[in-house]
């Protein structure tokens, strides 16, 4: 039986408009994709979420790597109140699980600066049990390290748990820990995995 519910943030409890966020700095469409698209996938951003690199470090490498659109990048980065959509629906669905007697709780790849703007008007965060965030234990997914330190500070069962990400390779890593796991594919995606998990239990 699932008692437990661990929840990635990033699209799946919020979802973000990274490439917009950039445009709006003044940068054409496909300019703010291609800058965004090599700084997502650059080591620095992983390490800028492992807490190991700090938003100046970002504005730094990042400027002098692109340095056209050096005031472009920093004007995206410290303007971290820009990136972020709600999912209200889905917050609500997170507050009738936890009503419901599911454990909540969030396993996240995040920057400390950014997770503290994004978390300001989550709704979601009134219902959690508890979290672990990738900048408080300098650990990232999909490494294992990750969810081991979840498993053990919070004293869970792997067999009771249900990890919903939207990486495959993330939830890959949990299903290798005896967590049942599902990739969420899309918003709608999403909204069917909870109605199932609200019908168990209602």
């Known amino acids: 039986m699932i008692k437990n519910i661990i929840f990635d943030i990033g699209n799946v409890l919020m979802e973000y408009r990274w490439a917009e966020a950039l445009e709006d700095t003044g940068l054409s469409k496909e300019t703010a994709k291609d800058i965004w698209t090599q700084m997502f996938d650059d080591e620095l951003w992983v390490m800028h979420d492992a807490g190991t690199a700090t938003t100046d470090d970002l504005i730094r490498e990042f400027g002098a790597r692109f340095p056209k659109y050096a005031e472009n990048i920093k004007e995206f980065l410290i303007h971290g109140e820009r990136m ?8 609500e669905k997170v507050h009738t699980l936890k009503q419901l007697g599911y454990g909540i709780y969030l396993l996240s790849n995040y920057s400390e600066y950014l997770f503290k703007i994004h978390m300001k008007d989550a709704a979601f ?31 869970l069962d792997p067999k009771d748990c249900i990890f919903l990400d939207d990486r495959k390779e993330n939830t890959d890593t949990a299903k290798a820990l005896g967590i049942d796991s599902i990739t969420i594919e899309s918003r709608e995606h999403l909204n069917l995995v909870l109605d199932e998990l609200i019908k168990k239990r209602s």
Do not use: A
Not at 84 to 91: C, L
Not at 136 to 155: A, G, H, M, W
């Open 84 to 91: 972020h959509i709600k999912r209200p629906e889905i917050w």
């Open 125 to 155: 965060m009134d219902d959690i049990d508890g979290k672990l965030v990738s900048y408080e234990v300098n650990q990232v997914k999909p490494d294992r390290d990750i969810y081991e330190t979840l498993i053990e500070r919070f004293s």
